[in-house]
């Protein structure tokens, strides 16, 4: 009954096995395979359009790096209040931009709001150079509080970035699992809404370790390699992270996983909704629920191996005292059993 | 015949198969999991003492990392002027420590001169705020230059740094195969030398990403693991990682597989040695070799399928207008058949 | 009617005819003449113990430099929200100190809340590395909205501070403002609450540049001397702001500039408390008032020639429509005349 | 006797009038006061041409923020080996240029050999991200070394750069020297050579600190204003700034000052020749002598009171064992009485 995070699954067989047919023999190293140069193909096929493809070792680099590359001095970068970048990343988006700001704008269940991100941006006054200038914005798909941004939202988001031209990011650590709750094409969640660039996630979605940065106006990149090179982030044998994607995207592998995974969530929050001894915090979208539950049962039920997270209650949630907030994450590894053991848990 | 680098030979079936064993399953993250600790367990059996190990994505973000761990304002590193932090790293030890330069030293044949080194460390007078200051010394093995220093020049080198009390730094690249070379243990020809931390590589050797920073002094590692999530280098799903180390190390895998690639190198230099139409240009002691051939010979290599690199010429070394340095490099994966074609394409 | 700014204000004659008097002859550059070791006693005379001060060029400077000298990664920085390190500096101190954060806690009239600010220090979990860690606290004394922290609120701070070993600097942009309001010492008002270093600002007082960096344990500044001159901070000839300071230090000039300044505003506040048309939106202890006026008003007297900035409205302060907030400052160089003629064109 | 730099003299009495009659009254801050404007406007006028001026508080700032502007990742400024960018700022310029590479180039009398330039910037192919790029050329005028680029000799340099598109900086911490040396007016030592920036030295010649970044096409300089401010650079009270440079570039003060520091080299310079106990190690051009003298003689003319530096040897020069080379500089305030002094010192 592990529930803690979506990266404490291991990897899936079909991507394991990509992997060791990709073992032997000689490859060009640093991104020029043809291996490479197939999925970095994928992605544009994936995404309509032509886009410029970079492999790096983390979220956390696809997230700085993409920032980084749209640095300018004084910088302040628009996004989540409990957005990855600002609550889980150790000061990398400030350190590889040298000191850019993570300007955090609130919204209800994760989101951003668009007015209030409006109203930050608009405090700052072209040359004022005391107080620095806007950069870029980042929303998080799906949000770190398990909800999925609606394409109306994402336009609304985008239409406020572009009026003041600045560059839309979009941090897709858990990207499939948003996309299939929307049912929408990549290209629909993301360019055709404003998206500039995109951390997209394998690694959460059952690969070992595939994260790339995303471009989708390739023209417009710059020296972008050299900044990656210069970040320690070239991997020399790509081909190995190719062999993951290119598991990972061929016949849609990645979507039936992540509607695995949200559906885990789904069964979940169902039995959570019928239970009487545990309610959500709000409605997740995904493969993340946020529980609250009594502290005797959280205790109870770790007893019985439940593996999950004590999660920070926002100042708009009100908890009896004896309660706490937790989150449950599901992955494509999660089975139904466990779901239901867990349920059984919380009934008893 | 491939010879163009280490770098594109794939993963050793050992390995392959450790990571598909590791597939299934949940596992802690961010490097808390048992695979995790008892990789760290090996590491510190095969160096005999405790160490601290960090795993990193690359074998420049183990080098810059390190570096930057001991960074000081104006400080100065000190290293071969072929090393792979002066040539090769696109200024990443100078990013992650915010400006330290890259101080060349010259040597033959890759090695850093001791007395040069002492002459150039002697330069920066204590207080001189203008000069900058010495804060490091960093030496390859096996250097690029695909030599080898004896634990006696490691010795020689280690001696001057810590006259000025400067942490020593070893490039280990090639660890192993300069290990094998020597017929040394890890112990010897590290910390028992005055080696304060080593960038241990095994992707060169037969892993897909396994590269590792050791610190000999766990005790004085400060928050590096701040520093190495803040720099992008935090992997979620670490198991695979140790996977993939636990069956390089397990059985001495790794030095057989160094060992290899160094009789192939060997087998090719015995080659090129008795042939009338190439020279190496200098004696080889791991996995690289450096070859000097008329333009036509390896024109027509390369149009027999050989596959090798032009290599820059040192001002030390006099060739014929016609001719040129390559640079052939051998890897587990390279076949004795490799080897024997390509000197019989020399031959022909 | 200038009330825009204390740096707005020239230099005092005193400071200018010190200047005049250092401009004939030769000294030693870079800090080391007869005139820079003189003031350094000085400063060690004023604050009752050894110090260590360091000249630079700006407020921006001192800050910046003093937080990135206790700099580790992922430092959050914990300031007031409307801080000048927070609020007014480009992202400096985030660039200097490679990417910390200033992590923003409230409280009322500028001063944090101590509270508040155990509060946020303790979400911080030691070996955490996706949260980051504390670094330090920063206080501003005289705040940015004019108040002023007395002794005992300073030593709430620094036991907060402390009681998770984070050092404690004081922006002292407007030092001798707050001192003359406490009527306390130097001394009292810094290291013995607790303070470890301080920006102490001379410019907005009479000088014409005299910032200095002052750490109250000089044995712990390891090598800042290296950090100031690659930060580009080291004067060549600092004689010059040597020479400003001696003539500011000596005969308490520099209180007796800040009392008039002060004396200026209390004269600017009675008046105004007096007024119908125009209203404190808070009370000040030191130079700078924060007045509320019906936009008309302040249009009005603009157009007889006072010159202050509107002021962007704390959410805590109801105002109505037509009413907007403004700062008013007043400096060493105000004028009584001056503040009489502002108060009877409100009459008017 | 004080020989030892041109930044031991003090300040030229009419730049310390000026900031007299700059002290009273008030005038707005950051760089908008009507002074700071017709300034900028001076500036114009004597390089006959629209440029963009920023104030900065040191040469190493001025140097540090005109590289950083251009910065790229893994990029490499071009310069000569003694040059101050990369012998005596402690790593400014790489820290400010986030880990840009000074890349030096060797040359005669500390002047770049374009040849030479020419060839290190070759070995740099386009794409190669493992060497990194070439990013910037900046040279000396007057060099380290005491000597003047000609005007061809500026163009050479020039030349070079452009064939890569590589902006070209000017060290001029003694432009003043270099210009009266050659004769020639500031546009055609510059812009008309192809030098698109310029750091504007007035501190070595007659000011207190007057330092500036002239950019030769302002409609390219981006957010530099944000660099600025970032890199605690912006004075507030810019007016005494431009109170200094309006005295020393009104009249052609400067010009004379600088004429009068190398007519008293060149006095000395005819000394030292007629000399039998001195010669200069090479010819100067400006206010700088690199002179040779027995360590016997040095130590006589120290006792006599004669303050100067012992400079490194190039490896070019030979000396006998019993002697040193030693660095002499006069400036604005070198009175002829001392240079004959120290001339019979040495004829003694």
Known sequence: MIFSSDNWAGAHPAIAESLVKAAPGFAAAYGTSALDRKVEGLFSEIFERDVAVFFV????????????????????????????????????????????????????????????????????QPGNVHAGQPMAVTLTQATEAGTVYSLDEIAAISEVAKARDLPLHMDGARFANALVALGATPAEMTWKRGVDMLSFGGTKNGCWCAEALVFFHPGEIGDFAYLRKRSAQLFSKTRFVSAQLEAYLEGDLWLDLARHANAMASRLATGIGA??????????????????????????????????????????????????????????????????????????
Chains 1, 2, 3, 4 share one sequence.
Not at 74 to 96: K, L, R, S
Not at 97 to 123: E, N, T, Y
């Open 57 to 124: 070792a983390t979220g956390t680099a696809a997230n700085s790096l993409g920032l980084a590359s749209v640095t300018r001095p004084g910088g302040h970068v628009f996004c989540h209040t409990e957005a990855h970048v600002n609550a889980d990343e150790c000061g990398a988006p400030e350190f590889f931009s040298l000191g850019a700001r993570m300007a955090a704008v609130d919204g209800a269940f994760g989101k951003m709001d668009p007015q209030k991100l409006a109203a930050q941006i608009a405090r700052f």
């Open 275 to 348: 239970s009487n001894s545990a309610r959500l915090a709000w409605q997740g979208d995904a493969n993340e629920l946020f529980v609250i539950l009594k502290s005797d049962t959280a205790e109870a039920l770790r007893a019985k191996g439940a593996v999950f997270y004590d999660w920070p209650v926002p100042s708009s949630l009100m908890l009896d005292s004896d309660e706490g907030l937790y989150r449950l994450v599901t992955s494509f590894a999660t089975a139904p059993e466990e779901v239901d053991g867990f349920l059984q848990a919380i009934a008893a």
